[in-house]
């Protein structure tokens, strides 16, 4: 697997990224406002100090700037959501869903996560930006790419995938080593390979679990009332990148990635479809409503 990621799926992602497509990413085509996270994942000591994605935000494509990431500077909003609007903006695990079809306003089903008040992307451009990773970094110089859009987005998931999968790698030989030095498969058997006590949940309680999926930044939010689970909040990659615009006018980053657009046949908009597949939308991660009957409407705004 590393041998075709190395020898057909990273070249090939760079041949494009550097040859027919480079003059769409030149042109800025897909990008964002350029804001970027990363909760930061998979620990490389006990200690918790080095991760492999370290944890990071940039701000308005300025990369040499990382700055230290706060999950309390984390907000949810609902404005243009299908959902009953609460105290806004608020921190998600103090939130509620409840839907609110009859929002006059509402277009979507995804809420608008907000980092400092600003939209975020998140996935693999975001990690190889944070974490400074020398390939993508010097392929942005030199090329003179200064705000990176869905071209990039594509080469930046190729070179993630080959930092994931190198150190798989050499955590499934470690893994090995270790069982075999404390002799699983010997007479001692003695290496406890998962957590088989029992976990009493206490009667009141918190708790949060702030990661990088795949696809970018994941949160999960709890709270426990009588050993029950009394809220359960999550805000996923795709929460982040597909958030519908808030009260201050801000657009998601898909939505700021689209405007402008070519849109030479609005019945086949590939253009729109292009851009939208290089974020790797999670279409199971929110609700969508399709009328099985009736004609398809195209409205149709001036780009200004």
Not at 49 to 64: E, H, M, T, W
Not at 190 to 206: C, F, L, Q, S, V
């Amino acid at each position: 697997l590393i041998a075709f990621i190395k020898d057909v799926y990273v070249p090939n992602a760079f041949l494009l990224a550097t040859g027919p497509l480079l003059p769409l990413e030149k042109l800025s085509v897909g990008a964002t406002a350029g804001h970027y996270l990363s909760y930061g994942g998979y620990p490389l000591d006990d200690g918790g100090k080095n991760y492999l994605y370290p944890s990071g935000v940039i701000f308005d494509n300025n990369f040499a700037d990382v700055k230290l990431f706060n999950p309390q500077e984390i907000t949810e909003l609902v404005d243009f959501s299908w959902y009953k609007d609460e105290a806004s903006p608020g921190h998600p695990s103090q939130r509620m869903t409840e839907v609110d079809l009859d929002k006059e306003k509402g277009y979507s089903f995804v809420k608008a996560p907000r980092y400092q008040g600003k939209p975020i992307e998140v996935g693999p451009m975001a990690r190889m930006l944070v974490m400074n990773y020398p390939p993508f970094m010097e392929l942005l110089e030199k090329y003179d790419i200064k705000r990176p859009g869905a071209v990039m987005r594509h080469a930046a998931r190729a070179m993630d995938t080959l930092v994931m999968a190198n150190a798989i790698t050499g955590w499934v030989d470690e893994l090995v080593k270790l069982i075999g030095e404390t002799g699983v498969y010997g007479s001692e058997g003695n290496a406890r390979i998962h957590d088989t006590a029992h976990w009493e949940p206490p009667d009141e309680g918190k708790g949060a679990g702030l990661n990088e999926a795949p696809r970018g930044a994941l949160g999960h939010w709890i709270s426990i009332s009588e050993k029950k689970v009394k809220q359960y909040q999550m805000v996923v990659p795709t929460t982040w990148n597909f958030s519908p615009k808030d009260k201050n006018g801000h657009l998601g980053p898909m939505e700021h990635s689209l405007i402008g657009t070519p849109v030479p046949d609005p019945d086949n908009p590939l253009n729109v479809v292009r851009i939208i597949r290089s974020y790797d939308p999670c279409l199971a991660c929110a609700i969508h409503i399709i009328h099985p009957k009736g004609e398809r409407t195209i409205p149709l705004y001036p780009s200004n």
